[in-house]
């Protein structure tokens, strides 16, 4: 099936700083794309979403921006605190179909003090 | 109130044994799906069920039988474990529709010996 990012890698940010974290998705027909924290020991749970019809979205502290030319997908997480330590998904999925989630590999976001 | 529930959260088991997970959701939500997350963390899809129906099944063995007596139940049975099987099975409900967000359960690590 179809693959969104290839490793799981990590990410270490010291608390204050700003967190970006990327993500490739490999199907151009997705239109919708949704960011996902993992915290250790529990399920996945919703950050922030975007349509493809945007390039830019912001949350509390979260900011999801996509570039659909070269089918990119970032989180920016602002202020980093501990709380924000987990592994973060995005994925994607095509608006009007079976609403299946192709999920990437993910990111280990550790924080440190 | 727990949106989406899953049990048991944790179950070890021999091979060769047959067990279930059960899964609930309370959101009013059609659509529920069973994901596997591996020990890299990647979350693949096993199967999506709209209003009882089989939507998505992505190959998984036959061994796996999922069981939706009604929409707000999809359960998992699953027939002679294999070492194979470990990992970690989460459910997670939808809205109808390809943007509307999965959430999910806290996850049943499944730990086959």
């Known amino acids: 099936g179809e693959s969104v990012g290839l490793h799981l890698p990590t990410l270490s940010v010291q608390e204050g700083d700003n967190s970006i974290i990327n993500c490739a998705y490999s199907n151009s027909a997705s239109d919708y794309f949704i960011w996902y924290k993992q915290e250790s020991g529990k399920g996945p749970q919703f950050i922030i979403d975007?349509?493809?019809?945007?390039d830019k979205r912001q949350g509390q502290r979260v900011t999801v921006l996509l570039n659909k030319t070269v089918k990119h997908l970032s989180l920016q997480i602002a202020a980093t605190q501990p709380g924000d330590s987990a592994v973060y998904f995005c994925?994607?999925?095509?608006?009007?179909?079976?609403?299946?989630?192709?999920f990437g590999t993910g990111t280990r976001l550790q924080v440190t003090l | 109130d727990t949106a989406v529930s899953q049990t048991p959260k944790y179950l070890v088991t021999q091979m060769g044994n047959d067990k279930s997970i059960k899964c609930e959701q309370n959101?009013?939500?059609?659509?529920m799906y069973w994901y596997k997350q591996d020990s890299k963390k990647f979350l693949k899809i096993m199967f999506s069920y709209n209003n009882k129906e089989l939507i998505i099944n992505e190959t998984v063995p036959n061994r796996f039988s999922p069981k939706s007596p009604d929409k707000a139940h999809l359960n998992l049975h699953i027939n002679s474990l294999e070492l194979g099987d470990s990992a970690v099975y989460f459910c997670?409900?939808?809205?109808?529709?390809?943007?509307?967000?999965?959430?999910f359960g806290q996850g049943t690590r499944l730990t086959v010996v």
């Open positions: 994925a994607e999925t095509l608006t009007g179909t079976a609403s299946k989630l192709t």
């Open positions: 975007i349509r493809s019809n945007m």
């Open positions: 997670a409900s939808g809205g109808t529709g390809g943007d509307a967000e999965a959430f």
């Open positions: 959101l009013g939500h059609d659509t």
